[in-house]
């Protein structure tokens, strides 16, 4: 299966910021609704945040107004802009489009590691 690729994680500090891209083929990005996850250790993958082919966004309420997704169609990217992080929201992220979250991992890619340190 053609996978998404991640990047752009790292160790930071509270308070400060990242920026996450993600490269998916045409057939994953083109039209479709993508969308960025987070995973911690023994946990299910949980929604982040969603932007549509058109543009518009959605956000899960741990981080609303201080994470940002944005898409190039252009570049089959999309982004998530973190601001103000929190230990908290340290985790393996993950993009895809909608309409593979509930399939198993051969559709995913394998992510990109937040540490956040207090």
């Known amino acids: 299966q053609v996978r998404p690729v991640e990047s752009g994680g790292g160790w930071v500090q509270a308070g400060g910021s990242l920026r996450l891209s993600c490269l998916a083929s045409?057939?994953?990005?083109?039209?479709?609704?993508m969308a960025w996850y987070r995973q911690t250790p023994r946990k299910q993958r949980v929604f982040i945040a969603a932007?549509?082919?058109?543009?518009?966004?959605s956000y899960a309420d741990s981080v609303k107004d201080r994470f940002t997704i944005s898409r190039d169609n252009a570049k089959n990217t999309v982004y998530l802009q973190m601001n103000s992080l929190k230990p908290e929201d340290t985790a393996v992220y993950y993009c895809?489009?909608?309409?593979?979250?509930?399939?198993?991992?051969?559709?995913w890619g394998q992510g990109t590691q937040v540490t956040v340190s207090s």
């Open positions: 895809n489009s909608e309409l593979r979250r509930w399939l198993g991992n051969d559709y």
């Open positions: 932007i549509t082919s058109g543009g518009s966004t």
């Open positions: 045409g057939s994953i990005f083109s039209g479709n609704n």
